[in-house]
């Protein structure tokens, strides 16, 4: 089945250093992935998705590229914020009518002043 | 931005009884989700629906029942509530109109005595 892994559960950074938080999957379909934010006590959030493969696409200062020779969809951002202090999880679909997504294991980005 | 809201926000149940979580939207999305959340663990698929009347088991059913009386409405339900089954539970929609992005609600703690 389908599987997604991300390696570091918690990553801690000073406010306006690079962050990478990696992501890689496995599936027998045609990727379409995506990064979700959850801030502390709220909701999980869209925060980027693709499909293409070697295709950058970015939003709100985050960026992503889907490698599928390397099955990877890495987020980057090259300069943190306090603001981006949350959860990040990355996400399979398995591009069927019901849109079923696998989630990773979360990664938790803390940000430091 | 979809609107997505669960009731109760909290949950505090005694095990062996029975707990009804719900899900109500307003965006008209065919297929709804529940999840629940654990550390460790990101988001794990419990039960979806494709439309009204219709449930399908996720990747961890058991122990959990849904109910899709309306486009609208998501339940899942609880019948013999354990103390693993303590999480955080959220309800997403979405479908092909939202380009596959999933909408989620504000979540439910359920903590099982």
Known sequence: GDSVTQTEGLVTLTKGLPVMLNCTYQTTYSPFLFWYVQHLNEAPKLLLKSSTDNKRTEHQGFYATLHKSSSSFHLQKSSVQLSDSALYFCALSDRGSFNKLTFGAGTRLAVCP | ?113
Request: with cysteine; hydrophobic share 25%.
């Open chain 2, 1 to 113: 931005e979809a609107a997505v809201t669960q009731s109760p926000r909290n949950k505090v149940a005694v095990t062996g009884g029975k707990v009804t979580l719900s899900c109500n939207q307003t965006n008209n999305h065919n297929n709804m989700y529940w999840y629940r959340q654990d550390t460790g663990h990101g988001l794990r698929l419990i039960h979806y629906s494709y439309g009204a009347g219709s449930t399908e088991k996720g990747d961890i059913p058991d122990g959990y029942k849904a109910s899709r009386p309306s486009q609208e409405n998501f339940s899942l339900i609880l019948e013999l509530a354990t103390p693993s089954q303590t999480s955080v539970y959220f309800c997403a929609s979405g479908d092909a109109q939202s380009q596959d992005t999933q909408y989620f609600g504000p979540g439910t703690r359920l903590l099982v005595l």
